[in-house]
Every structure is written in structure tokens, then in C-alpha cells.
């Protein structure tokens, strides 16, 4: 193998994908992992593909590259290894996007028909279509649209065939290896020093997850990335009640939204074991992962609202996340100008699991020179809101 | 002092602990909400009949009776003390960081099958958190075939219901609970072909040894020992140490089981197999301690052996005190001693979470009895360990978890993939633990087999739940409706 050495900084879905990316292009690969493989915020959140809750700019245009990359990478893994690529639950089901009131239904249809223009396909859905596509859904809405397009991966089988396909391509995992400080001569970061020794390599990818920028920062150049609460309700098994994934409207807004406190939405799907996955909330919090009942409440009464049929349905489990978002909601993808040598691949927010494929193309594009698919002038590593800028136009506020 | 400026203690579990540290609390003065999953206080060991049956002599089959219907009489008819039955605690919420007060208890009450559920939230001065223990089964080939029991059912229905489970049974495993189950079906009228534990002799009688001197303060624990052993000499039942039940077979029910010698790691002796006619098998391997109360209340948990991390007990200081402000806790989630023992350390922590005298002379005694039933714990553990070899007898399509129907080599190749060897992603991608029980039969097991894989697990971080298979923050499955309905508060208290 030969071309520059990278070191990836850990192995959740984002890692993985750039890892299989740099690995596949024949770049020796080395991924650094503190705990286990998919373990973090890939095994703690949903494994929705989506294009519908994104409006026109760029990180539409890296969802419709993930998208269109997401079936081919799969594709090749399955030639390898059929039974991992199974085991991803690659599922085109759609999404079905419902507004429940007169405002809504008109904030919907001006927010589809934007994205329309910018290349998604979103289909109004009248009464009867709706009722033949989620025949158990309410009938009392306003509005709804049809995304064929959003699909759904069970996450962190997802990161594992990614980085299987990677290790098969030659890259090498080091688990239990905390990344701990930088090694730097002549100003270019040339080692880290991990729980496991120092690990040498030509360029280093921060893809730790909502931990970037506390490790940014370890290394000696901090992007703002920080935690962002999330948390789904699992139900018990049951017999096949909801099709596509479904979700109210407020969900757009609460991807987008800068409101410190509770913010959630429902988005409710099943998923091959028959469970129901019904998410999510968005909260500012810090790391702290105690369960807030009424959050959960919050997100059921919103279900409900969608699904009133699943009243009586057991909830067998809750868990949650910590997404890693940067103030402005756009990831960071590229070199860091002040730290040659370092790169990032994080801030994903809850778009991670969708948003791997594409990323990790940008970023081995611009690692070795090559021109990428889509402009990466947004997702730069020194724009004001992912150095922290705290004025508004950082976005920061 | 008007009732409610009482102290207000929260005890979880109306087994022996909660009974005992619900009546110590009381006699401390404090206002007690006592509350239980099930219909009826006694937890698991003392399982009341329903009415029909009682009427007969229910002191015949449970030790201990009188001293139990005293306490449960004396609590549930306490003015100070509210009993609410069937009322599952489903989430513990903890306060902000350094507010020293218990979490807030958050309660779905009404019969857990039927609709009209409602939901609680109690905000106690302290919370005692007895919630016991359940069997624990190491699987073998055919342990999901009908007839196939835990030996904690066997005695439930023996006991409860006075269902006879099989006219032909053996009762496999390790630890002394299999000697009461014996008892148990014998009484209900069950023919016992054998006892084995699997354990060998010589470490069960080195366990039982250790430091004979001590052995004079467990006369009452010997002489229940020796009423055991004439029991099954005058039923003429063998107890055979070293064997295990490694196979159950049959067409569509157990029809026979294999059992075969052990070594001390518990490998099976080739050509030691023997085949026994039965029609039923009960397997006991212990208890798991529930600990997804404590673990969710965020009190530390002490591991006795570095090599199973998965197993696991609560820390608690002399008064029973967890690291986690406020709460308590007694029983088997401290160590697996049996009902008296949890008795002791119900009415330690009981005392001190109704905030009585430190000093009280009263406790003199108890401390004293609680350590010495707690060196028995020890002796106990040391006598009966699960053998590191225990998953020889599996096969590659032995099922794991029943819930999900995981099989042993599915774990196996899942966890053998370094991609995804974490014990998370083995869980998501061969859904292990995820089914309904939410790995409480299942999770210590899959936990020590990706153990023994030297599977990594997610680092201990900031944002990372523990990595115990305890870690269940709904403790008790919700409706969606009752989830999203308000909450009754504790100003319009039930009684
Ligand atoms: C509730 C919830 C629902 C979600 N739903 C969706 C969804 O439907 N669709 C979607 O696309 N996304 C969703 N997301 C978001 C998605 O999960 C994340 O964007 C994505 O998992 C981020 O992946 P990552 O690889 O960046 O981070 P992680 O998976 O967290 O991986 C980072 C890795 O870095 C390691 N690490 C950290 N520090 C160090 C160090 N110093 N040294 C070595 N290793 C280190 C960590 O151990 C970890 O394994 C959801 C998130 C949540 C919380």
C-alpha cells in the first residue's frame, strides 16, 4: 500500500465509513478506538436515511450523495460478505411527513415544494392515499407529503459492515486505544500518544462523535462540537402497524431548532424485529444521560397524536444519545488550517448514520487531491461556528 | 407533627428486606410507602397461596411463616404506612448533581395485564430499595423445551398454586436453593430422581469450610442443612455432587435429560454421560440480583470476582447506605443470602432511612447478625461458583436468549467479527437481550460469554451508559397511553 499513512479517531459509523473510503482507495489505515467498534452514538440512536427533513443547501446536497452511495457500498459488501450486508436492514421504505394543522399543512407544502426544486422527489398525499399508505394512521391531518426516497439501516450493523469492509481492504482496528494528546514537530501534528503507545501517521481524522471536541481540543486545535440529548422509545414486537416512517412536521423544526430546552418530535417506525421505534427529543444538556420521564411523555403523547392505535402498546425500553452537533447544524469535513496534519469528520448531529457515506467521500476526495462531488466550502473546519465564534453570525448564540 | 412533615421512606419490594425495613421505618417514626409488583407482600420466598389453598396450613410449607405474617401484619395495617400492591416502579429520576436527596419514583399502578393503569410520582425523604432477586439458568441443550423449569417456578407453582410440575424430576444446578425446592416438590407430592449439583465435592465442602471456626455462629443454617439431607434420605432421593443436566431432550416436551460428571471448572467428563427418564427438570444456578433500580438510582456496585464483571451487588456502608444520597438498600441485591439475611438488612436500612438513632441498641445485635449472615454470603458464593468452562455443553444452536431466539453460535460468530465485537454491537445485530425480558434472563449470560471472547465494551466515558447488563432505564415496561398521560402527584396521595 502506499500513499500518506491515516489514523482514524474512532470507530462509530463516520469513522467506519472514512476508514472503508481511505482503505478501498489503498491508503494504510489505522483506526484508533477507545472503547469497542459502534458501541457510542451509532448504537444509541435511530438508522434513519433521510432527505425529507432537509431543506435546500448543503447538508441536502451531502444527504443526496449519501443516499445515492448508501445502495452501492452495500452492494459491494454483499459481494464480499452477503451475510453482513444483510444484516444492515437496508430498507427504501419512504417517509411520510404529516401536518396536523391549517398553518402546518402550509409550512409543509412550501418546505416540499423547496425541496422539490432542489432535486427531492415529495408527492402531496391525499386522504385516501394516506389511509392505503398508513391505514392505522389518524385521520385528522391537515397535510401530508411522501418522501420515496428516505430510507432506514439498523445503525450500528451499518458501521460494523463498514468497517469490516475496511479492515478487509487492509485498514487495522485498535480497540481500547484512547486517543490522549498530539505529538507535533515542526507545527504539523506527526503522532498521538493513546492509552496503547504512540501511533505515528501523515494525517489524523477526528471522528470521535460528540467527544470532537474535547479530543479537538486534547490535540491543540478545539472545534466547537457539542452533546445534544436525544432520546427513542422501543415497544414491544408487534404485527406489522406502521409502513414507512412517519413523522409530524415539528420535526423539521426541532432539527433545526436553537431552543435550549425540550424540543421533540415524533417520528415513528417499525423495524424488521417488529418493534417500534419511536423517537425523539432534542435537548441541550451537556452529557448528562438521567431519564426525564416527562421527555418520554412528551414523546409519547406525540406518537399517540400520529398513532392512536398504540395507546395500549408496551414501551419495553428507552434509551438515548448524545448527538454531536456544531452551532450552525452543519458538519465538519476537512483539514484543520491551524493544525496541519489534523482533519475532521464529525458533527453530524442526527444525521450521522445518513450522512457517513457521503462524508467519508468528501473527505478521502480532498485527502488525496481529488475533486469532490459536491462543494466543501461549508463544511470547513475554520468557519466561524465550528471555531466557536460566539458572535451571531457564528451562529454560537 | 402532622403525618405528612413526617419523614416520608419509600421501600421497593414487599419481599423480606421491604417488610422489615418498611416496620423499622415505621417504629423509627416515618411515614412508609410501601409498594410491590405483585398482588401480595412475601416477594419470592414467602409466596402466599391464593385464598382457596390457604386455608389449609400454609406454615407447613414456608420457614419462617410466623415471624413473616407478624411483620406483614404489624406494616400493612400501620396507620403511618401506605401498601400499595401491583404498583411497578418503572424509572427512578435523579436529582440535579450534588442535591443530596433520592431520586423521585415514578410508579404505573393497577394490575399489569389490565388497562387503566395510572401513574405516580413519589418524592421521598429516603427510598429503600429491596427489590430481591430471580433465578438464574445457565442454558444447555434443550433447556427451552416444555418441562424444562426454573427451579424458582417449580416452587412457585409448588407453593403457590400446589401444582405438582412432574411425577419424575430432577433437580439440577448449584447452590443451596435446590435442597428447599427438593422439599418443595416432594411435599406437593413430585417423585425426585436426583440432586446434582455441579459443583464437585471437594469445592463445595472447601466453600462450606472455610474458617471452620466460624461455622459454630450458622448452627441455625446447619441444622436447616441437616433437616434437608434427612428429607431426602427419607425419600430416598441421592444428592450427587460433580454431575450436571448438560442435555434435555424429547419431542416436544422433556422426555429425558443427559447428565454428565463435571471437573471443578465445570468441562464435562467424556464418557461419563447418562441418560434419565423424567418428565420434568427444574435448574437453578443462583440468583441475579435486580439491579436496574440501583443501577438507575446511580448507587456503585461492587464486583466480588474481577473475572465476571457481569456479576454484580450494590455497595452499602454499616447502616445498609448506598453511595447514592438517600437511598438504601437490603436483600439479595447487596449479596445472595437467603430470607433471614434480608430480613437483618431490611431492618438496618429501614431504621436509618426512617431516621432513627444511629446509636440505638437495638441495632447492636442486628449488625452483628447482618455481618455474620453476610460472611455466609461469602462462604456461600465460594461454595457454589459457576465453573469458567460452564459453555462446553452448549451448541452452536443452542438458544441463548429465548426472547429473540439467539443462538450460541450466532453470539459466537457476531462477537468473533472485530467490526463489530463491541457488546453493544453484538447486542443490536443478534438482538441477544432485547426481547421482552429485556435480557433479565439472558444479560449475565451473554455478559459472561463476550467476557470470556475478551470482548471490548464501550469505554467508560462522559455520555456512555455503564456497561452492565443492568443498565435498563425503563425498569418495568409502560403503555405508550399511560406514558403519555400526566402523572398523579403526591399531594393527591392514595391510601
Ligand atoms: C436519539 C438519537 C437518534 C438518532 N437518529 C438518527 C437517525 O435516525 N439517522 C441518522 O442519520 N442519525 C441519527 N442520529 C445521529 C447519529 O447517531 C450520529 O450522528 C452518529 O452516530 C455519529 O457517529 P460518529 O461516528 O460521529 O460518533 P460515535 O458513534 O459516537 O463514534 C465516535 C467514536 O469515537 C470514539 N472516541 C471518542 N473519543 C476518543 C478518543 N479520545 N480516542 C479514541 N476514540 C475516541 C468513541 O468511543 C466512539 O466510538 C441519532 C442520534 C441520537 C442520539
Given at each position: 500500500m502506499r500513499g500518506p499513512r491515516v489514523a482514524v479517531l474512532g470507530a462509530g459509523i463516520v469513522g467506519a465509513a472514512c476508514a472503508r473510503e481511505l482503505a478501498r482507495a489503498g491508503l494504510p489505515v489505522t483506526v484508533l478506538e477507545r472503547g469497542g467498534p459502534a458501541a457510542a452514538t451509532t448504537a444509541h440512536g435511530e438508522g434513519n436515511v433521510l432527505?425529507?427533513?432537509?431543506?435546500?443547501?448543503?447538508?441536502?446536497?451531502?444527504?443526496?450523495?449519501?443516499?445515492?452511495?448508501?445502495?452501492?457500498?452495500?452492494?459491494?459488501?454483499?459481494?464480499?460478505?452477503?451475510?453482513?450486508?444483510?444484516?444492515?436492514?437496508?430498507?427504501?421504505?419512504?417517509?411520510?411527513?404529516?401536518?396536523?394543522?391549517?398553518?402546518?399543512?402550509?409550512?409543509?407544502?412550501?418546505?416540499?415544494?423547496?425541496?422539490?426544486?432542489?432535486?427531492?422527489?415529495?408527492?402531496?398525499?391525499?386522504?385516501?392515499?394516506?389511509?392505503?399508505?398508513?391505514?392505522?394512521?389518524?385521520?385528522?391531518?391537515?397535510?401530508?407529503?411522501?418522501?420515496?426516497?428516505?430510507?432506514?439501516?439498523?445503525?450500528?450493523?451499518?458501521?460494523?459492515?463498514?468497517?469490516?469492509?475496511?479492515?478487509?481492504?487492509?485498514?487495522?482496528?485498535?480497540?481500547?486505544?484512547?486517543?490522549?494528546?498530539?505529538?507535533?514537530?515542526?507545527?504539523?501534528?506527526?503522532?498521538?500518544?493513546?492509552?496503547?503507545?504512540?501511533?505515528?501517521?501523515?494525517?489524523?481524522?477526528?471522528?470521535?462523535?460528540?467527544?470532537?471536541?474535547?479530543?479537538?481540543?486534547?490535540?491543540?486545535?478545539?472545534?466547537?462540537?457539542?452533546?445534544?440529548?436525544?432520546?427513542?422509545?422501543?415497544?414491544?414486537?408487534?404485527?406489522?402497524?406502521?409502513?414507512?416512517?412517519?413523522?409530524?412536521?415539528?420535526?423539521?423544526?426541532?432539527?433545526?431548532?436553537?431552543?435550549?430546552?425540550?424540543?421533540?418530535?415524533?417520528?415513528?417506525?417499525?423495524?424488521?424485529?417488529?418493534?417500534?421505534?419511536?423517537?425523539?427529543?432534542?435537548?441541550?444538556?451537556?452529557?448528562?444521560?438521567?431519564?426525564?420521564?416527562?421527555?418520554?411523555?412528551?414523546?409519547?403523547?406525540?406518537?399517540?397524536?400520529?398513532?392512536?392505535?398504540?395507546?395500549?402498546?408496551?414501551?419495553?425500553?428507552?434509551?438515548?444519545?448524545?448527538?454531536?452537533?456544531?452551532?450552525?447544524?452543519?458538519?465538519?469535513?476537512?483539514?484543520?488550517?491551524?493544525?496541519?496534519?489534523?482533519?475532521?469528520?464529525?458533527?453530524?448531529?442526527?444525521?450521522?448514520?445518513?450522512?457517513?457515506?457521503?462524508?467519508?467521500?468528501?473527505?478521502?476526495?480532498?485527502?488525496?487531491?481529488?475533486?469532490?462531488?459536491?462543494?466543501?466550502?461549508?463544511?470547513?473546519?475554520?468557519?466561524?461556528?465550528?471555531?466557536?465564534?460566539?458572535?451571531?453570525?457564528?451562529?454560537?448564540? | 407533627m402532622s403525618a405528612d412533615a413526617r419523614r416520608h421512606v419509600v421501600v421497593v419490594g414487599a419481599g423480606p428486606a421491604g417488610l422489615a425495613a418498611a416496620s423499622a421505618a415505621l417504629r423509627a417514626g416515618a411515614r412508609v410507602t410501601l409498594l410491590d409488583a405483585a398482588e401480595r407482600p412475601g416477594g419470592q420466598y414467602h409466596r402466599t397461596p391464593p385464598e382457596e389453598f390457604a386455608a389449609a396450613h400454609p406454615e407447613r410449607l414456608h420457614r419462617g411463616w410466623r415471624t413473616f405474617d407478624r411483620v406483614r401484619r404489624h406494616v400493612l395495617t400501620h396507620p403511618r404506612c401506605a401498601w400499595w400492591p401491583e404498583s411497578a416502579v418503572w424509572a427512578l429520576e435523579r436529582p440535579d448533581p450534588g442535591e443530596e436527596r433520592p431520586p423521585r419514583v415514578h410508579v404505573v399502578r393497577g394490575p399489569a395485564d389490565g388497562a387503566g393503569r395510572r401513574r405516580h410520582v413519589l418524592d421521598p425523604d429516603a427510598l429503600v430499595l429491596a427489590p430481591g432477586a430471580h433465578d438464574r439458568v445457565l442454558p444447555f441443550p434443550g433447556w427451552d423445551l416444555p418441562g424444562v423449569y426454573t427451579a424458582g417456578a417449580a416452587q412457585a407453582l409448588a407453593k403457590g398454586e400446589r401444582l405438582v410440575v412432574g411425577d419424575q424430576v430432577v433437580i439440577a444446578g448449584s447452590g443451596p436453593f435446590l435442597l428447599p425446592v427438593a422439599e418443595s416438590l416432594l411435599e406437593a407430592g413430585s417423585r425426585v430422581v436426583e440432586v446434582l449439583e455441579a459443583n464437585p465435592a471437594g469445592t463445595v465442602l472447601r466453600g462450606w469450610g472455610r474458617r471452620p471456626w466460624e461455622l459454630a455462629s450458622y448452627t441455625g443454617k446447619l441444622a436447616e442443612l441437616a433437616e434437608y439431607a434427612a428429607l431426602l434420605a427419607r425419600h430416598r432421593v441421592p444428592y450427587r455432587c460433580g454431575r450436571a443436566v448438560v442435555e434435555a431432550r424429547g419431542d416436544g416436551r422433556v422426555e429425558e435429560v443427559v447428565t454428565a460428571r463435571l471437573r471443578p471448572d465445570w468441562s464435562v467428563v467424556p464418557g461419563s454421560e447418562r441418560t434419565v427418564p423424567v418428565d420434568a427438570v427444574c435448574v437453578s444456578h443462583g440468583f441475579t440480583p435486580q439491579l436496574e433500580l440501583p443501577v438507575a438510582a446511580g448507587c456503585a456496585l461492587r464486583r466480588p470476582d474481577p473475572a465476571s464483571p457481569a456479576e454484580a451487588f450494590v455497595e452499602v456502608d454499616g447502616d445498609q447506605r448506598t453511595t447514592s444520597p438517600g437511598v438504601y438498600a437490603a436483600g439479595e441485591i447487596t449479596g445472595i443470602a437467603g430470607a433471614p439475611a434480608a430480613r437483618t438488612e431490611g431492618l438496618i436500612a429501614g431504621w436509618a432511612a426512617g431516621g432513627g438513632a444511629p446509636d440505638a441498641p437495638e441495632l447492636v445485635p442486628l449488625r452483628r447478625r447482618r455481618d455474620r449472615d453476610r460472611a455466609f454470603a461469602e462462604r456461600l458464593a465460594a461454595a457454589h461458583p459457576v465453573g469458567a468452562a460452564w459453555h462446553g455443553w452448549l451448541r452452536p444452536d443452542t438458544v441463548v436468549c429465548r426472547c429473540e431466539g439467539t443462538a450460541y453460535g450466532a453470539l459466537r460468530r457476531a462477537a468473533g467479527e472485530p467490526a463489530g465485537s463491541s457488546a453493544r454491537a453484538v447486542k443490536l445485530t443478534t438482538r441477544a437481550g432485547l426481547g421482552p425480558c429485556q435480557a433479565r434472563v439472558c444479560g449475565p449470560t451473554v455478559a459472561r460469554l463476550l467476557a470470556a471472547g475478551g470482548t471490548p465494551e464501550a469505554a467508560a466515558a462522559e455520555g456512555l451508559p455503564s456497561a452492565t447488563p443492568h443498565h435498563r432505564p425503563l425498569a418495568q415496561p409502560v403503555r405508550l397511553g399511560e406514558l403519555a398521560r400526566r402523572p398523579h402527584t403526591e399531594q393527591e396521595r392514595e391510601h
Open positions: 432527505v425529507s427533513d432537509k431543506g435546500p443547501g448543503p447538508e441536502l446536497a451531502l444527504a443526496r450523495l449519501s443516499l445515492a452511495l448508501w445502495p452501492r457500498i452495500l452492494d459491494e459488501i454483499a459481494e464480499r460478505r452477503p451475510e453482513t450486508a444483510r444484516a444492515v436492514e437496508w430498507d427504501p421504505k419512504g417517509g411520510i411527513v404529516v401536518a396536523a394543522t391549517d398553518e402546518g399543512a402550509r409550512e409543509l407544502e412550501r418546505f416540499a415544494a423547496g425541496q422539490r426544486a432542489a432535486g427531492v422527489t415529495a408527492e402531496p398525499l391525499d386522504a385516501s392515499g394516506l389511509a392505503d399508505a398508513e391505514p392505522h394512521l389518524t385521520r385528522d391531518v391537515a397535510a401530508a407529503v411522501h418522501y420515496p426516497q428516505d430510507a432506514q439501516v439498523q445503525p450500528a450493523a451499518a458501521a460494523a459492515a463498514l468497517l469490516a469492509d475496511a479492515l478487509d481492504a487492509g485498514a487495522e482496528l485498535r480497540t481500547r486505544c484512547e486517543v490522549l494528546g498530539p505529538v507535533t514537530r515542526s507545527g504539523r501534528l506527526a503522532a498521538v500518544r493513546t492509552s496503547q503507545g504512540t501511533v505515528e501517521a501523515d494525517a489524523f481524522v477526528n471522528a470521535a462523535g460528540p467527544w470532537s471536541g474535547g479530543l479537538a481540543a486534547r490535540l491543540g486545535a478545539p472545534v466547537d462540537v457539542r452533546p445534544r440529548r436525544g432520546e427513542v422509545l422501543v415497544t414491544a414486537p408487534l404485527p406489522p402497524t406502521v409502513f414507512h416512517k412517519v413523522y409530524d412536521a415539528d420535526y423539521v423544526g426541532a432539527v433545526g431548532s436553537d431552543a435550549e430546552d425540550l424540543r421533540a418530535s415524533a417520528v415513528v417506525e417499525a423495524t424488521r424485529a417488529g418493534t417500534v421505534l419511536i423517537g425523539s427529543s432534542r435537548r441541550r444538556v451537556g452529557f448528562d444521560d438521567r431519564l426525564r420521564p416527562e421527555v418520554l411523555s412528551v414523546i409519547a403523547a406525540k406518537a399517540l397524536r400520529l398513532f392512536p392505535c398504540l395507546d395500549g402498546v408496551p414501551v419495553m425500553r428507552a434509551y438515548g444519545g448524545f448527538r454531536p452537533y456544531v452551532p450552525d447544524h452543519l458538519p465538519i469535513i476537512g483539514p484543520d488550517p491551524r493544525l496541519p496534519g489534523l482533519w475532521h469528520a464529525t458533527g453530524h448531529e442526527g444525521a450521522g448514520i445518513g450522512l457517513a457515506p457521503g462524508t467519508a467521500r468528501l473527505l478521502a476526495d480532498l485527502l488525496l487531491g481529488r475533486t469532490p462531488p459536491l462543494d466543501p466550502a461549508p463544511f470547513r473546519a475554520d468557519r466561524p461556528a465550528a471555531l466557536g465564534d460566539p458572535s451571531p453570525t457564528g451562529g454560537a448564540a | -
